[in-house]
């Protein structure tokens, strides 16, 4: 909340004294087009359960979360269900994680059992006509390598590398598309730095090594699947963005074949709600849909003509339960498809969009915060049954119809004086 009141303090005194007339509105096609993406995302220790030793075993097992990880919905043993989920929705792409400490049980030991299962998963999302998109660290490493320091340890990398180069040799041959590290800023400073993994002296040697095995890799699987796709996924955060680029975006920008932008929360000068979101209470923090929008022209100038994929957006609710705002999923997928389509009429090179997430999961920390298209009770029903929401329907109709209708209009308005990308979002903003 400090550093929003600081951003606040500084931008807002200019933006009131400058006008802000709409910005022309561009005609809304209603299909984005045949080859636009529509996915689904999910993360293996937030849904595998059968978790093995890792930094984040150990940090679900400390006393600085909310509930221990445990089953979490059991995608380890229910894959093939949660695939032919979204395989019945119409799904494109169908993002996992392969967990290191999964496949790597200890220095140069490989096991075979789990990578039979990851053979398993990658086959069943082929046989469902979806593309995998295959994320190389979401955040977890072995136990063994917690025990050398993580990325404390300088030698991190090497041992980083190893892993990663035996997951593209296995699957590069399946044309996934490739995310190498998830949100490397929250990572760092919100998982890394916060849970007691990262000396707060150590970020600036943690950010080096992200970014030359970033650099790394993709030449390595370039090298071994021509054509790929690759690059990491963002984690936008209103107003700041450009800041947190400069310390690893802007470093590999000459190696990446596509932006990948998590957008969740917004911001505006009469709504500075997202503050919730740094307390835990993500279902308290504004997701106004326009804001992607801003995200998409952000990036669309700073990286001209480099397609734009949101790799995640969502929006969370406490326990499944009705947002205090009263906006509900199925209508949140529909505006975020609306403001797609405006970023693409636009002419902004918007080439795909995942769905975060296929089903409810473990938050880093805590089941209190669904995000799934599918509701998963982990703490109260045993069966974990599959439930779904009426958010299913419609991202099945929106697939389906390519977008939203052309007459579709937004459930919720544009915020007046959006701070998504100050102070351009609030000067030339989109009605």
Not at 57 to 62: A, E, F, G, K, V
Not at 147 to 173: E, I, K
Not at 348 to 366: A, F, Q
Request: glycine share 6%; with cysteine.
């Amino acid at each position: 909340m400090t550093m929003i009141r600081r951003i606040l303090a500084v931008v807002l005194p200019i933006l009131v004294a400058v006008a802000v007339p709409a910005a022309p509105a561009s005609a809304q096609g209603s299909v984005l087009g045949d080859d636009f993406l529509w996915g689904v995302g999910s993360a293996g220790f937030q849904s595998e359960g059968s978790s093995p030793d890792s930094n984040w075993l150990r940090y679900s097992n400390s006393t600085r979360v909310h509930d221990r990880v445990g089953t979490s919905v059991d995608f380890r043993h229910r894959y093939a269900e949660d695939i032919g989920n979204a395989r019945s929705m119409g799904v494109e792409v169908y993002r996992i994680s392969i967990e290191w400490a999964r496949i790597q049980p200890s220095p140069g030991v490989w096991d075979q059992q789990e990578l039979a299962y990851y053979d398993d998963v990658i086959h069943h999302i082929l046989r469902a006509g979806m593309r995998p998109m295959i994320t190389l660290d979401h955040w977890v490493y072995p136990g063994w390598a917690a025990d050398r320091g993580g990325w404390n340890n300088p030698t991190m990398a090497a041992d980083w590398l190893a892993n990663a180069r035996a997951v593209v040799d296995r699957y590069a041959a399946y044309d996934p598309i490739w995310i190498t590290i998830n949100e490397p800023m929250v990572y760092t400073f919100l998982r890394e730095v916060n849970f007691g993994g990262l000396a707060p002296q150590n970020v600036p040697l943690m950010l080096d090594q992200l970014v030359h095995v970033h650099r790394t890799i993709y030449d390595y699987i370039h090298a071994r699947q021509p054509g790929a796709w690759v690059s990491s996924n963002s984690a936008y955060l209103p107003t700041v963005q450009p800041a947190l680029d400069a310390l690893f975006l802007d470093r590999i920008a000459d190696k990446q074949d596509f932006v990948g932008i998590d957008y969740y929360y917004s911001v505006a000068a009469t709504d500075v709600n997202t503050y919730n979101a740094a307390t835990e209470e993500y279902w308290k923090a504004s997701t106004s849909a326009d804001g992607l929008y801003y995200a998409l022209r952000y990036y669309a100038r700073k990286f001209p003509g480099t397609p734009l994929y949101i790799v995640e957006n969502g929006m969370p609710t406490k326990d499944g339960e009705p947002r205090p705002d009263g906006y509900k999923r199925e209508d949140q997928l529909r505006d975020a498809a609306y403001w797609i389509s405006r970023a693409k009429s636009d002419g902004m090179n918007v080439v795909g969009y995942n769905y975060w997430s296929i089903t409810d999961n473990y938050e880093w920390g805590s089941y209190a915060s669904r995000f799934g298209l599918y509701r998963v009770d982990v703490k109260s029903d045993p069966s974990l049954t599959r439930q779904p929401t009426d958010a299913v329907a419609a991202y099945r109709d929106i697939i389906s119809s390519g977008g939203v209708r052309s007459d579709y209009r937004p459930t919720r308005p544009a915020q007046f004086c959006s701070l998504v990308d100050a102070p351009t979002s609030c000067s030339q903003p989109v009605r």
